[in-house]
């Protein structure tokens, strides 16, 4: 659909207070990747479309805050004890009468504490960001990063194999793995944003691998891992939610995740988050809103993602 015409049913829709009436008392979790600076000129890095400038960011995320309450998701889904209201089935820990929204990262980019993270503080606004655990501990690139693909390019490769898409990395010259690298977070950088106390971190993988493209066997130990990882870095920063890689969701995880004291997994479709108990399988592919480049940069598609959202709750019930 063209931008005209989503911001025209975007328009009609708000005028009609369909917008409103959904989203009352409703969660619009966004999803953001890279948040990069102004004017930055192209640099042939693939996937460009996941990277926002800080203008459109900062931008976009006031207008939202006039709209809609900003919330950190560990408020919205309280566990036993850690609520006056709360309760082991994940009611808000009081009722909302207004939209909320609440601001996700995926990866770990290095870009998030370097030019995400001030536009929070200066916004107040809280923030999760779920963290690939290989890229920061083990310093290890994404397979995509290396030179040589383009985005059609990746997106035909993602089903392949992990360990012949990893292959591309270890056999990189070792300055371009240096390179890719140093596009990630270090322990530094997160645990100077957990301190700061409006960014918190959860679970993404180990591997950054879809889960759909591992063994059972080896899905659970990636999600151990990355859990282990986080524990032992930051503990009293680590929320227990899991970001699907690419939103590939695996239902037969659910129990492990459980175990691992994951309370809640987010997938990929747009939506918005309802209050009350999480039941069944909506538990472990929760939704989220893709905030990409494009979108970023066109207030008037604005209004269209939460109109998007929406009618997705009114389809979903």
Known sequence: MRTAAKSMLAR???RAGFVRRRLAGRLVVLTFHRVRPDGEPAEGRP??????????????????????????????FPGEGEGAAAGAGGLPAAPRRLPCFAVT??????????????????????????????AVEKRMPFWWQ???LTDAGIEGMKSLPPERLERRVREAPP??????????LDWTQ???MAAGGLVRFGLHGHRHALMTSL????????????????????????????????????????????????RAAFGTRGGVV???????????????????????????????????AALAQRRGG
Request: proline residues 9%.
């Open 47 to 76: 996937m460009r479309n996941l990277e926002v400038p800080v203008r459109d960011f900062r931008n976009l995320l006031a207008w939202m805050r006039r709209r809609a309450d900003p919330v950190a998701l560990a408020d919205w």
């Open 215 to 262: 063994s059972h066997t080896a899905a659970l130990d990636d999600l151990c891992r990355c859990r282990e990882i986080l524990r032992a870095r930051v503990p009293d920063a680590l929320v227990p939610f899991f970001a699907w890689p690419n939103g590939n969701v695996r239902a037969d995880l659910a129990p492990a995740l459980e175990s691992l004291g994951v």
């Open 175 to 184: 300055g371009v793995r240096d390179a890719c690298a140093k596009e990630f």
């Open 146 to 148: 290396v030179p040589g």
């Open 190 to 192: 997160v645990r100077k």
């Open 105 to 134: 990262f995926d990866d770990g980019w290095a870009d998030n504490a370097l030019y995400a993270a001030p536009v929070l503080e200066e916004l107040r606004i809280p923030a999760t960001i779920f963290l690939a655990t290989g």
């Open 274 to 308: 309802a209050p009350g108990p999480l039941r069944g399988g909506m538990r472990w592919c929760l939704p989220r809103n893709n905030v990409d480049r494009h979108l970023a940069a066109t207030p008037e598609l604005w209004p269209w993602l939460l109109a998007k």
């Open 12 to 14: 009609l829709a708000g």
